[in-house]
T-cell receptor
Framework: KAGVTQTPRYLIKTRGQQVTLSCSPI?????VSWYQQTPGQGLQFLFE???????NKGNFPGRFSGRQFSNSRSEMNVSTLELGDSALYLC?????????????FGPGTRLTVT | AQKVTQAQTEISVVEKEDVTLDCVYE???????LFWYKQPPSGELVFLIR??????QNEISGRYSWNFQKSTSSFNFTITASQVVDSAVYFC????????????FGKGTKLSVKP
């Protein structure tokens, strides 16, 4: 079974630009969650999508948005990039229902904002 | 609100030593799940274990074992006979109340195993 894939793996952007990150979940998984990891703040939850609907949202500004497609693939968008958005962005997939809470993570996208 | 505390920021051991990583959590939920993840230098978080609060039995998987104590709100992780490949950052986590797609992580413990 293929794991979670994220593209691109590395990205360098300039302050003020926008960026879109992509995540393909494990086959059969309907939930995709996004996390930001920085040395200072650690792992922080951004949002979760289940069956194309945002089900949970973390405490991030509106510049961070996402969506999920009918095939469960998800994209995350960050507009008007700031230097502080430099981080490792991790996507996780799970079944999203029943008592299955395990999340399986992708390799991450390392975003550098200059 | 839920909270996970991993007081050990960094631990360094020599290969073949046993090492225990501590995790203390706070939750008002009567039933909940706890998790451990491993993050090697490559960056990908690897799922290690999920424990239901109903089950306080210790769990062993090869060189890994977990000690869950509800009375002290702790879920500690022990690696027996550590190996260099165990070098990674280890995270303890639990979901917020009523939420499946969200995990609250501790700050992590960086384990370095030297040959």
């Amino acid at each position: 079974k293929a794991g979670v894939t994220q593209t691109p793996r590395y990205l360098i952007k300039t302050r003020g630009q926008q960026v879109t990150l992509s995540c393909s979940p494990i086959s059969g998984h309907r939930s995709v969650s996004w996390y930001q990891q920085t040395p200072g703040q650690g792992l922080q939850f951004l949002f979760e999508y289940f069956s194309e609907t945002q089900r949970n949202k973390g405490n991030f500004p509106g510049r961070f948005s996402g969506r999920q497609f009918s095939n469960s693939r998800s994209e995350m968008n960050v507009s008007t990039l700031e230097l502080g958005d430099s981080a490792l962005y991790l996507c996780a997939s799970s079944k999203g229902q029943g008592d299955s809470y395990e999340q399986y993570f992708g390799p991450g996208t390392r975003l550098t904002v200059t | 609100a839920q909270k996970v505390t991993q007081a050990q920021t960094e631990i360094s051991v020599v290969e073949k030593e046993d090492v225990t990583l501590d995790c203390v959590y706070e939750t008002r939920d009567t039933t909940y799940y706890l998790f451990w993840y491993k993050q090697p230098p490559s960056g990908e978080l690897v799922f290690l274990i999920r424990r239901n609060s109903f089950d306080e039995q210790n769990e062993i998987s090869g060189r890994y074992s977990w000690n869950f104590q509800k009375s002290t709100s702790s879920f500690n992780f022990t690696i027996t006979a550590s190996q260099v490949v165990d070098s990674a950052v280890y995270f303890c986590a639990l979901p917020p109340r009523g939420s499946q797609g969200n995990l609250i992580f501790g700050k992590g413990t960086k384990l370095s195993v030297k040959p």
